[in-house]
């Protein structure tokens, strides 16, 4: 229950209202099964990796989902800053670096830029690679791609070959009883994409266009006879 970095963005929360949380919450392992608790009017949302507890506390009616995606993306952007892994003693290495991060990555409690490959550019520790402050060019792409609505893509991509391969993959489960009764049933499915195309040009794909396509043409034929 020890708190480990604590980065208040607004000052309705206080220190206290924290350590209620890790007494009651991360202290009693067995309630860590609720990502969302609210104690003394205050609304905690958390996940677990390993032995750390991130925490987002709030007094306002928020959006848990975006919240929660938050504290997931955070997770991502410090195993890519610690070489993979998150854990007690690299949150003791690297405080520093991880209170600069929160200063990046999020203002006034609202998330900004969370993509690893924007920020190592000119967040430069943990073995982060350095830039040259006196490169303009370089100094002009890192701040139109921090800026940019396409951050999470680079600039100046190139493939010998423009090439995107698409899996739709669906799984179909169903659960019977010995009486051949069906108890459930459901499907699951995800798309699945590699993209090898240069520069940033935009893309539209169908997943049923034959079908739409016939139903247009009959449509058409239609029209013309009457």
């Known amino acids: 229950g020890e ?3 604590w980065r208040a963005y607004k000052d309705n929360v206080s220190r206290e209202n924290w350590q ?21 009017g205050c609304h905690f949302i958390y996940t677990v990796v390993g032995d750390i507890v991130l925490v987002a506390a709030t007094k306002d009616n928020v959006n848990v989902m975006l919240v929660l995606k938050l504290l997931f993306k955070m ?19 690297h405080f520093v670096l991880i ?29 982060a690679k350095n830039i ?16 940019g609505v396409c951050s ?21 489960n169903i659960l019977m009883s010995s009486k051949r009764e069906r108890l459930r049933a459901d499907v699951s499915g995800q798309i699945l994409v590699k993209c090898q195309l240069s520069g940033m040009p935009e893309c539209k794909f169908g997943m049923n266009d034959k079908l739409i396509m016939s139903a247009d043409a009959r449509a058409r034929s239609s029209d013309k006879g009457i």
Do not use: M
């Open 132 to 147: 040259d402050l006196n490169d303009q060019e370089q100094l002009k792409r890192i701040t139109v791609q921090a800026t």
């Open 20 to 40: 209620t949380f890790c007494n009651l919450v991360v202290a009693a392992k067995e309630s860590r099964d609720k990502p969302v608790q609210s104690i003394d």
């Open 152 to 172: 999470w893509r680079a600039e100046g991509i190139k493939h010998r070959k423009n090439e995107v391969f698409i899996d739709v993959v669906e799984n179909v």
């Open 75 to 93: 997770i991502e952007l410090f195993k890519a800053y610690f070489g993979g892994t998150l854990d007690e003693n690299q949150v003791r290495k």
């Open 3 to 5: 708190i480990l970095i």
């Open 99 to 127: 209170y600069e991060l929160l200063d990046e990555i999020i203002d006034y409690g609202y998330p900004q830029i969370l993509e690893a490959d924007v920020l190592k550019k000119y967040i430069t520790q943990g073995g």
